[in-house]
Nanobody, 123 residues
Framework: QVQLVESGGGLVQPGGSLKLSCAAS????????IGWFRQAPGKEREGVLC????????YYLDSVKGRFTISRDNAKNTVYLQMNSLNTEDTAVYYC????????????????WGQGTQVTVSS
């Protein structure tokens, strides 16, 4: 059974950092592109960035470039989203999903969506 589980969210002050995890089961994560998306209250779910099976990163939001990065631990079948210099506009539920093929910010091309993890940036 294909499953992705996000974790690591929480409440953080502006300027702080969080590291989200996306743990995969039922498939080999390194064989897929993994996208991170987020959905703020009252807004559409948007693509944040994508990590290809070969390790390339595609950013879909200019606002996260230089602040967010992604890595993968093949032994743990897990992808990590490191978020630094967080601000209130980063508050959202963060999701990971997989795609067989190239990266895209169009969520309809992804499957295996996790339940999301809440990130709240507030003083």
């Amino acid at each position: 059974q294909v499953q992705l589980v996000e974790s690591g969210g929480g409440l953080v002050q502006p300027g702080g950092s969080l590291k989200l995890s996306c743990a995969a089961s039922g498939f080999t994560l390194a064989d897929y592109a993994i996208g991170w998306f987020r959905q703020a209250p009252g807004k559409e779910r948007e693509g944040v960035l994508c990590f290809t099976s070969r390790g390339a990163i595609f950013y879909y939001l200019d606002s996260v470039k230089g602040r967010f990065t992604i890595s993968r631990d093949n032994a743990k079948n897990t992808v990590y989203l490191q978020m630094n210099s967080l601000n209130t506009e980063d508050t959202a539920v963060y999701y990971c999903a997989r795609r067989s093929g190239f990266c895209t910010d169009e969520r309809q091309w992804y499957d295996g969506w996790g339940q999301g993890t809440q990130v709240t940036v507030s003083s």
